[in-house]
């Protein structure tokens, strides 16, 4: 073969982009921005505690109220993000929750501290609703738990380097000058997010048609602009939606529970100090990153293998269920700190597995112009379980945490309830009706 033959060749074979991925790393950055910033105040609170003359109590009240307005946040963005489009909803919401974390530098007291968390809660809640449109919007079934395991692996990233990152520059800055450096982190994100993202495949230059044809393959429509978007009643109409919810209502409080409560449980059953928890506190997290990924690659598998996206999701699902609750249990009987980390660590796991796959539900049911509003609704239906059981965490746990975790336990198999009996076949709810041939 002479050297144009070969060239002519090297031509025909297709060229395959990875612009997707970019766009879910930017959006996996996004998320540890996101986590770092709102750990940050737990982490300096002995602090900033002694310096305004605050208490546990009043760190409580600032939990609710950063809960409550989060709650208020999914809904919201996730129907903004539907209106106004992932891009600019994306970078709506980060830069609310930068001018919001950046403020916490110029509180005073109680009240200006609950100012600024409430914008915090609304704010951040953009980022998942945010997420999961992106990922309708730029892949392709078979790849879109994965995708969102990419993106919940930011989360548990964020987790793991939040302590060691804001006590570092703690120690270099305050806590207010910590506070300003933060709020900096996501206006440096918003640049290559402007200029990377745009809503679909077919309207970036940098895809290849070999991408855009792998994108398109099975979305129906997912992405397309025409699409029409569905009212919340509309979206409520369907069994799918409400299975969904009850999901995110019943799981999402495990994830919370230890988000919130495990450095609480290591000092209160264990004796540590920070420096202990500081040593201790990241493990579970690290479950949870591999079980992001793991989650998302076994349901691209398995329907890579052939099998619907229905039971790809849903044996997804019920696998890290059966993690979850019997590594619950086994931190119930937790003998030593290490055995009680390493079995949350099995527990964020299975939750991670399972969560990945039911945040991609909005755009395995629905159209582009609607996965935003169901997102939210979940993130919403989600928020209201994690409420109840924070509230309950204080009066179950007087003598030990096992009450709490033997009830965050039970929550599981009624997950698999709602998912098996509940939700009904996993597909799409909105796609055209294909129009009859013209009889002859």
């Not at 809660?121 to 995708?147: D, I, T």
């Not at 270099?172 to 640049?191: D, H, K, S």
Request: net charge positive; charged share 15%; with cysteine.
């Amino acid at each position: 073969m002479n050297v144009s033959s070969a060239g002519a060749q090297l031509r025909k074979v297709p060229v395959r982009s990875a612009v997707r991925w970019l766009i879910v790393g930017l959006i996996a950055v996004a998320t540890v921005i996101n986590y770092i910033d709102r750990n940050a105040l737990a982490v300096m609170w002995p602090e900033i505690a002694r310096e305004v003359g605050a208490t546990k109590d009043d760190y409580a009240l600032l939990v609710t109220v950063f809960m409550l307005f989060y709650a208020a946040g999914q809904f919201l963005f996730g129907r903004l993000f539907d209106l106004i489009g992932t891009r600019m909803g994306f970078a709506l919401s980060i830069s609310v929750w930068s001018i919001s974390i950046a403020l916490h530098a110029v509180t005073h007291s109680i009240l200006s501290f609950s100012l600024v968390r409430a914008m915090l809660g609304v704010s951040e809640a953009g980022a998942w609703p945010g997420a999961v449109k992106a990922n309708a919007e730029w892949f392709p079934a078979r790849e879109r738990a994965l995708a969102q395991g990419v993106f919940n692996a930011g989360a548990s990233i964020g987790a793991i380097v939040s302590a060691p990152a804001i006590a570092g520059l703690y120690l270099w800055l305050g806590w207010r000058g910590t506070f300003v450096v933060i709020g900096a982190m996501g206006f440096l994100w918003l640049l290559p997010w402007l200029f990377v993202y745009r809503a679909g495949p077919d309207k970036h230059p940098w895809v290849s048609d070999a991408e855009r044809r792998l994108i398109m393959e099975d979305q129906a429509g997912a992405a397309d602009p025409a699409a029409p978007r569905r009212s919340v009643r509309e979206l409520l109409a369907h069994r799918q939606s409400w299975g969904m919810l009850a999901c995110r209502f019943l799981l999402d409080p495990i994830w919370w529970l230890f988000v919130s409560w495990l450095p609480i449980y290591l000092a209160e059953t264990f004796g540590f100090d920070i420096k202990q928890i500081g040593l201790f506190a990241w493990v579970p997290f690290v479950g949870a990153m591999l079980g992001s990924l793991t989650g998302g690659w076994l349901s691209g598998r398995l329907i890579r293998a052939g099998h619907s996206v229905d039971r790809a999701r849903k044996w997804s699902i019920t696998l890290g269920c059966i993690i979850m609750a019997p590594a619950l249990l086994g931190a119930v009987m937790a003998a030593g700190p290490l055995a009680a980390v390493l079995t949350i660590a099995a527990v964020l796991f299975g939750f991670q597995v399972a969560i990945g796959n039911i945040q991609t539900l909005p755009g395995d049911l629905f159209g582009g112009r609607s996965v935003g509003t169901l997102a939210g609704l979940g993130g919403l239906a989600a928020v209201a379980g994690t409420l109840i059981t924070t509230w309950l965490v204080p009066v179950l746990t007087r003598e030990s945490y096992a009450p709490m975790f033997m009830l965050v336990a039970a929550l599981v198999p009624l997950s698999l309830v709602a998912l098996w009996w509940f939700t009904g076949t996993i597909r799409r709810l909105d796609a055209p009706t294909p129009t009859p041939a013209p009889q002859r």
